[in-house]
C-alpha cells in the first residue's frame, strides 16, 4: 500500500468536497478525508462556543494517529490548516499540495504582494460586521457575503434551499474559521512551508487576493511549484475536478 492520500477540506464544504477526486489520484493508497470540528460526521458546533487553527489542528490530528507516511491536499481554510499540521506531522509527510491557503491576516500586512490585493485583504477588516458581529455570524446575511465573494454577486440568492440551510448549518463554525485566517496569522513566514516536495495551485478566475497569497507563499518557498488552473475559479475541488486531479497527478509524478 502507498503512502496515504490526506485531503483537507474548506470552509463550508466538508469532506464530500473530495468526492470527485479521480479514482487514479489514490491508486493503490487509502484515501482519508477528515472532517473539521463542526462538521459531519461529527456534532456542529454550538453558538457561542470558539474554534481555532490550534483546535481544529489537534482534532485532524487525531484523525491521522500512526506512524503511516503521506501526501497531503488541502484547500482553502483546509489549506491553512495543513500548513498549521505540517510541523506536527513532520517526516510523516511525503508532499503537500495547497489550493490556495487562504492566510489574509498574513496578506493585509504583506509590504511585498500586490497593493490591490493587499487592499482587499484589508477591506474585510474595515467591513463594519462581517468579521465583528456575532450575532450576524453565519446568517444568511453574512453567508450571503461570504458566498458572493468566493464565487460571484447573486450566488448565494440562487442555491437551492437544501444547500442554503447546509450551510446555515455550520454557519457559525465557518464564522470561526473565517476569523482565524484573519487573525490567527500575520505573516507568511509564520507558516513555512516543508521541504518535502510542494505544490501551489490558484485558480485564473480566483479573487485576486487569493492568487496574491499564493504567490505569497511562492516567493518564501523557492522550491515550490506553482500551477495555474486555467478556466476555473475558487470552488474548482466541486467545479472542476478533473482539472485539479490532473494537477494532483502531476503533482504526485514530480514527488516520485
Given amino acids: 500500500m502507498d503512502a496515504l492520500r490526506v485531503f483537507l477540506h474548506s470552509t463550508g464544504s466538508g469532506p464530500a468536497l473530495w468526492d470527485g477526486v479521480p479514482p487514479a489520484v489514490a491508486s493503490g493508497a487509502q484515501k482519508v478525508t477528515p472532517a473539521n470540528v463542526g462538521y459531519a460526521p461529527g456534532p456542529p458546533l454550538p453558538r457561542p462556543a470558539r474554534c481555532d487553527l490550534r483546535t481544529d489542528a489537534r482534532h485532524v490530528l487525531r484523525q491521522l494517529e500512526g506512524a503511516a507516511p503521506l501526501h497531503l491536499f488541502a484547500h482553502s481554510y483546509g489549506a491553512v490548516l495543513a500548513l498549521e499540521l505540517l510541523p506536527l506531522l513532520g517526516e510523516r509527510v511525503r508532499s503537500v499540495l495547497l489550493f490556495e491557503p487562504v492566510l489574509f491576516g498574513a496578506l493585509a500586512h504583506d509590504g511585498s504582494a500586490d497593493p490591490e490585493a493587499v ?3 484589508r477591506g474585510f477588516l474595515a467591513h463594519p460586521w462581517f468579521l465583528t458581529d456575532e450575532a450576524r455570524a453565519g446568517s444568511e446575511p453574512w453567508l450571503e457575503f461570504f458566498i458572493d465573494y468566493w464565487n460571484r454577486p447573486g450566488t448565494w440568492r440562487r442555491l437551492p434551499r437544501a444547500t ?3 450551510n446555515l448549518a455550520v454557519g457559525w463554525k465557518m464564522f470561526q474559521e473565517v476569523r482565524s485566517v484573519f487573525f490567527d496569522v500575520s505573516s507568511f513566514e ?20 487569493a492568487r496574491a497569497m499564493v504567490q505569497a507563499l511562492a516567493r518564501r518557498t523557492p522550491h515550490a511549484q506553482v500551477v495555474e488552473l486555467k478556466g476555473t475559479g475558487h470552488m474548482a475541488p466541486l467545479t472542476h475536478p478533473e482539472v485539479l486531479g490532473e494537477a494532483m497527478l502531476a503533482h504526485l509524478g514530480r514527488a516520485g
Avoid: F, I
Fill in 190 to 209: 509564520e507558516r513555512p512551508l516543508t521541504a518535502a516536495p510542494c505544490t501551489l495551485v490558484m485558480a485564473e478566475r480566483s479573487p485576486r487576493a
Fill in 164 to 166: 442554503k440551510d447546509a
Fill in 119 to 121: 487592499a482587499e485583504a
